[in-house]
């Protein structure tokens, strides 16, 4: 019993100087804007939502080499131990899902292993969303 009694006031003697008391001083945070003080002085609606095309329908490819476009969301989960987008476009499930398979080029052996450079779809492969907003000015050109 008396080993109890220690060990319990041993963790309270611990817990109460742990540093996790509420602060005695109330003074209100003063959290500042990474813009600075500058007001807002323009309110405008928000960007419209962006729309994917049907199934079946795909934009056409600018120039030759160009990754195709995913005619979907591309917010799958991509880490090192899993990638979300061989859900559907691997070899063993791509035709079941209707979906297109990983290409060859992008394996290391006849059962459709990811190779190391191609693992992480989204660095190439973008949604081919139909945004109503140019995000930002573009000047590409093939010539």
Request: net charge positive; proline share 6%; with cysteine.
């Amino acid at each position: 019993m008396k080993k109890v009694l220690t060990l319990a006031a041993l963790l309270v003697a611990i817990a109460g100087c742990s540093g996790q008391q509420a602060s005695r001083n109330n003074e209100p945070v003063n959290v500042q804007s990474l813009a600075g003080n500058t007001p807002i002085t323009e309110v405008r609606p928000a960007d419209a939502l962006p729309s994917y095309p049907t199934r079946g329908k795909a934009i056409e490819r600018n120039y030759i080499e160009q990754p195709p476009l995913i005619p979907h969301k591309d917010d799958y989960s991509i880490t090192m131990s899993k990638n979300g987008c061989m859900n559907c476009h691997s070899w063993d499930k791509a035709e079941r899902m209707k979906a297109t398979p990983v290409a060859k080029s992008h394996t290391l052996d006849a059962k459709g292993t990811l190779n190391g450079q191609n693992y992480f779809c989204t660095q190439c492969h973008v949604a081919q969303a139909e945004n109503k907003s140019e995000l930002v000015e573009n000047t590409f050109s093939t010539n």
